[in-house]
DNA sequence: TCAGGGTCTGACCGATCGGTCAGGCATGCT
DNA sequence: AGCATGCCTGACCGATCGGTCAGACCCTGA
């Protein structure tokens, strides 16, 4: 039974894909996705140097819109900085769900592979951002809780489609959003903190 | 080095919950633990019969808490059932900020073992008292993204006091939720499209 | 003094993990 | 025909996991 060139190599990311979302990277071996290819583990291991490379491949697309939202948000502040912040994300988390649900839970460990080394950093700038770059408790707090459900829920609801749940999670995301510029006692000079 | 009567059986506990919390509960290993406490990992065996039950004993304060929310929900509706699903869970989400980090991701696993057996019901009962028990999608999620936001966040801000953080997340709930008896836009006859 | 029970341990078990390696097999170029 | 290359595999490795077990140690009460 040979297959054509390279098939293989997408059918195992498309197995990883299905096995992480259902049982998290570390809960899936690499037999598990050896298995449901129908290939030996050994063959796994021939088309990607090891397990983190392969969730780093199948990691990249969404990554790569991450960091392009990273890029937009350079020099927004105030509301402005959390309009860009919940529509940068609403729409990373909706199109890559399935990529984010592989995550849950396991960013902590995750993120000290070399592959991950600035997420944590841009996740940070994000949740900066989405709180208008306040720092009262209240915003800060907000932006975390938002960021987070999001990350944890959207992966849950396979059934709705795309646009549906974009403007649903949009809606919601400016609902509770701690309101920045409005009547706030105004910030004197230092508003952002970092270059 | 003799201890004091069931001093190691707390110590356990204890060295379990720093470390459940830091790792998550399949990343931290009875040797682990052991080695925190400073005993052999079969000490740790013996005081309790399996890892399960280790995890188990940690969290039952939490879960009875979990139930009697889960019993003051009963009968309530609309926007009464969300007012009650706000107040018991931000109160327990910061009372157990601790415990609830331990499931952090690692929910789905665990809630199949036979201890956390009817946690899943408990929260999907949870999840629908603060929709308003609507079906409407916005509602749904809404109150998906608010729960998993909570449970996911109230872990990191180990720095805020219990007070400050639950009054910060109930207004932040009761600004996100969906409004479900208010002013709705009268819905002619389908403006909703699933059953 | 001795028996018995609570506490604790090192040694060990089978299972599974990620990963390595030599070699088999088909194909295509020279 | 001979050789190189790409793809794939079974067998194997060391490490670690949760869990078992026989026995050592200590305290207490008869």
Redesign the interface.
């Known amino acids: 039974m040979v297959r054509a060139v390279s098939d293989t190599h997408g059918e195992i990311l498309a197995a990883a894909a299905r096995q992480f979302t259902v049982?998290?990277y570390?809960?899936t071996s690499l037999q598990d996705i050896a298995r449901e290819v129908g290939c030996s583990k050994a063959t796994v291991l021939y088309h990607f140097a090891n397990k983190e490379a392969l969730l780093a491949e199948l990691m990249a697309p969404a990554i790569g819109v991450l960091r392009d939202l990273d890029d937009r948000l350079t020099g927004q502040t105030g509301s402005a900085a959390q309009e860009v912040a919940a529509q940068g994300f609403v729409d990373l988390a909706v199109r890559f769900r399935r990529e984010i649900a592989v995550l849950?839970?396991?960013?902590?460990?995750l993120l000290c592979q070399p592959a991950f080394a600035h997420i944590q950093q841009i996740s940070d700038r994000l949740r900066d951002a989405l709180a208008g770059h306040s720092d009262r408790?209240?915003a800060r707090?907000?932006a975390?809780?938002?960021?987070?459900?999001?990350?944890?829920?959207c992966g849950?609801?396979t059934?709705?489609p795309d646009d549906?749940?974009r403007s649903?999670?949009l809606?919601?995301v400016r609902?509770?959003v701690?309101p920045v510029d409005a009547p706030l006692p105004q910030p004197p000079t230092t508003e952002d903190k970092d270059s």
Request: glycine share 14%; proline share 5%; hydrophobic share 45%.
């Open positions: 049982s998290g570390r809960g849950r839970g396991e960013f902590p460990e408790p209240g707090i907000a975390l809780v938002l960021l987070a459900g999001i990350s944890e829920a849950e609801f059934d709705i549906e749940l649903a999670l809606t919601l609902r509770a701690e």
